[in-house]
């Protein structure tokens, strides 16, 4: 570190250490709380302070260093997880592309999902078919993976929930035999690896976020990974507006399109903070189990506890790195949810729908009529999910003894569950 460097380095952490002496309150347990560290802040300083913020040298040192790490030769970052699922849609359904979706095409995705698991595919031309989820995982049930919905179906959108997944083995082999490609939304599970091969690389394309109170986060930002240098190049250009500067030759500026196009760049601002925070993402990770643990643990040897919840475990063979702590109610204890949940937020406990519920009770699947008439009949879990379900963040760091405290007595003696 050279000696101006290391002079702002100390002035900046003085004052960093100024701004943050005040305590923690450990009545109130938010989704992610402290999520920047000094060096994070301090790698965003350094790249404004160089006047290049836009993506260049750090966005590629980000991009190798998660290639390297994950497995893959094949990433570009993007301005968000959802724009890397937007990306990935439209590399798809690309005429560059030697096979490509067509406009009318069918593809399969949970009944549990985000927003921007689902429209980009629909925005590119293609059709949804949802499928209900597992109950034990929340996600993609590969059972519902029948021969009549392969042979019509030619993606599959599969989901990693908070950290866990499906049998992605299975379904990775179920994709290839049927020629379907298969896209997984990691954007809440990196460093989960099923079988020591983490998700997201078992498909055709996976995705990932570092939006705030994910694995890593950098405020803002994803990553997109391709099987082959053909889908690369192709998201390489849909990335920026379609041109292939930097693609073909090193130093090639001409403004030359090969292609339709969006600007879906990151800074590398938001490169630094994320690169800062991926050097600790294995501690993160190690962290957030250990608080799972506990709670889990704190909560089930309650004195008041009597069954009032259960945990999704992990997948067999799975290795998770957990995202937040999703919880379902006692199905007799269905009715109180949203009193339990007022209750929570009134104590300053954040809680959040496990994704957002079964997508199909939302207002724009009405809009586009994906919504079906009998979802108890047609999508059991995923609507039990629905109506049981709510999820809490976890600490990236070790949980201190009065939060878990004022957390389990506060989910464990809610007055509904006493009378």
């Known amino acids: 570190m050279s000696l101006k460097k290391s002079s702002l380095k100390f002035s900046f952490d003085k004052y960093f250490s100024k701004i943050n002496r005040s305590n923690i309150n450990h009545n109130q347990y938010p989704l992610l709380e402290n999520a920047f560290s000094k060096d994070d802040i301090f790698a965003a300083i350094e790249v404004i302070l160089s006047k290049k913020i836009t993506m260049s040298d750090v966005t590629k040192n980000f991009e190798y260093e998660f290639g390297k790490y994950i497995g ?3 990433v570009l970052m993007t301005n968000s997880g959802s724009s890397a699922n937007l990306l990935a849609a439209f590399t798809m359904t690309n005429r560059k592309r030697k096979f490509f979706l067509k406009p009318g095409d069918y593809f399969a995705i949970p009944a549990i999902c985000w927003s921007t698991s689902l429209w980009p595919f629909v925005q590119s031309g293609l059709k949804p078919i949802f499928v209900d989820v597992n109950i034990n995982n929340y996600c993609l049930d590969e059972v519902m993976l029948k021969k009549n919905l392969l042979k019509k179906i030619k993606l599959i959108v599969d989901i990693h929930v908070l950290g866990n997944c499906s049998n992605i083995n299975l379904i990775s082999k179920l994709a290839k035999k049927n020629n ?21 690389t078992f498909g055709d394309f996976g995705t990932y976020s570092f939006y705030y109170s994910h694995q890593i986060t950098a405020g803002e930002g994803g990553m997109l990974i391709c099987k082959n240098k053909e889908d690369y190049e192709i998201a390489y250009t849909l990335r920026a507006h379609g041109w292939d500067r930097g693609l073909k030759k090193k130093n090639d500026k001409s403004f030359n399109f090969v292609n339709s196009g969006f600007n879906l760049r990151p800074l590398d601002i938001t490169a630094a903070i994320g690169l800062s925070q991926f050097k600790r993402l294995n501690k993160m990770m190690s962290d957030r ?15 008041n506890y009597k069954n009032q919840f259960t945990f999704f475990q992990e997948t067999k063979n799975l290795k998770a790195s957990w995202f937040g702590l999703p919880i379902l109610l006692r199905p007799d204890l269905t009715n109180i949810k949203n009193k339990f949940l007022k209750y929570l937020n009134l104590n300053k406990i954040e809680t959040r729908p496990i994704i957002s519920g079964n997508f199909l009770n939302q207002p724009a699947a009405k809009l586009y009529n994906y919504t079906n008439k009998d979802m108890k009949k047609n999508f059991p879990v995923s609507q039990d999910i629905e109506e049981r379900g709510f999820f809490i963040g976890l600490p990236t760091a070790k949980i201190h003894n009065d939060q878990l405290n004022y957390l389990v007595n506060k989910l464990v003696n809610f007055d509904g569950f006493l009378k």
Not at 181 to 196: K, V
């Open 72 to 74: 893959s030769k094949y």
């Open 289 to 303: 189990k250990e608080n799972r643990d506990l709670i889990i643990s704190s909560i089930e040897n309650h004195n």
């Open 180 to 200: 379907i490609l298969l896209f997984e939304d990691t954007c809440e599970s990196l460093g989960s690896a099923y079988n020591s091969k983490y998700l997201g």
